[in-house]
């Protein structure tokens, strides 16, 4: 039986409590992807009606990461009006987060069709705050409305004509289809102490090490995709090319920038590939769990004891997201993530709880400052440098090295750090995103 930990008025749940809300896999970036789980999740409701129109209302931070990044299935293609168009044609809700496994050659055509047509409209909502995606479809006489909130897979309302569908889809393959306490569930995670943090390592049972070697699978395989085909930028490519060359040496470093940089350009590119997500994203889940499996190559450990810091990462980035934001001004792929990878990877070789905190506070002070400008193939850049870094925190507080709290945001206590880094991402950069969505805009204009 699973440790359940007691914080004051609040429910408790578990760490296979986070497993099952926090980690899935997704096929392709989570934003548009939750763009097209929403449409099909409505289409379902009006077919074999003929799909005449779609409107979506988005948030800032699904429009802005949703912008310009491939899709799956599509060479290539992108656009929140294309995403939203096969989400109703070629995708399947019951998949959750890989909704367009099914996409097919025909669907592809059906809904470019679609936004040639202009029958596809985004509405931005600059206002408002958190994850947000209202979708109405029209076909013949009916209306099919879905509203997607607080998580990306998160079905709240599905409503045909006006009236809740009682056959709500089914949402992901790992998550319950009952409708789940949001808002409690964050405020525990808030509420989590390091110590608790640690004391969940012994809690994974077989079911859970299952899962996570699942997700380190998935990843992985994206990884080398990246590092076998010509993908996004090809930063790990250009990494490995560099090291054969005898240009750059490999070293733990540079194996977790590998690896993670590969995933990230496949991922980005649009490869066909899940990837496993955490906390609601796939880059964070590339972060949270491939600088870790590139150090084990280097330590004398077992798989499951790599198993068990891939869980630690994903409940400290799930944590820390619970902090910021699910969706931040913040690089959350960076600096939730890493230091999620970054608590693993000091774990794994042996540090004891005051190293881990010292290695995840080293993490937060250093990348702190990196923004979030959408997602792109860019992003393989910064989930390189956070790969790479998470494993320098961990290496310098194994020996030693300590910041202290008169460094920046840093405090005491890592829980006050984690608390001082929300207070910088929700309230401090409250006009980041919103000037990073005008500078895109403007672009998209020129």
Known sequence: M??????????????????????????????????????????????????ESISVHVDPNIFKNGFSVPIPGTAGLSGLELVAALGAFGGDPGKGLEVLETLTSESLEKAVTLVKNNAVTIHLLREHRGIHIQTQIRAGTHEAACLIEHTHDNIVSLTLDGVEAADRPVTSENRPVERFDRANF???LRHLTLD??????????????????????????????????????????????????????????????????????????????????????????????????????????????????????????????????RLAPICGCSIAAGAGAAAGITWLMGGDRNQIAAAVKHLIGDLSGMICDGAKPGCALKLSTAAGNAVQASLLALEGVTLTNSDGILADTLEQTIQNLGVLSTRGMSETDATILDIMLNKEKK
């Open 2 to 51: 699973l440790h359940v930990f007691e914080s004051d008025n609040l429910k408790t749940y578990s760490a296979k409590d986070i497993l099952q809300r926090e980690v899935t896999p997704a096929l392709g970036c989570t934003d548009p992807i939750a763009i097209a789980l929403s449409t099909a999740a409505a289409a379902r409701l009006v077919l074999p009606e003929t799909v």
């Open 186 to 188: 964050d405020d525990w």
């Open 196 to 325: 608790e943090m640690l004391s969940m390592i012994d809690t994974f049972d077989d079911d859970d090490i299952e899962f996570i070697k699942k997700g380190v699978d998935l990843n992985c395989r994206l990884a080398e995709f990246g590092l076998s085909h010509k993908s996004g930028m090809g930063i790990g490519q250009t990494l490995q090319r560099l090291n054969d060359q005898g240009r750059i040496k490999m070293d733990m470093v540079l194996a977790a920038r590998i690896l993670t940089s590969a995933a990230a350009d496949a991922r980005m590119a649009g490869a066909g590939l899940p990837a496993m997500a955490s906390a609601g994203s796939g880059n964070h889940g590339l972060t949270a769990v491939l600088p870790i499996r590139a150090v084990r190559d280097y330590l004398i450990c077992n798989d499951k004891a790599m198993y068990q810091a891939v869980g630690l990462s994903h409940v400290l980035t799930s944590v820390v997201k619970s902090h910021t934001g």
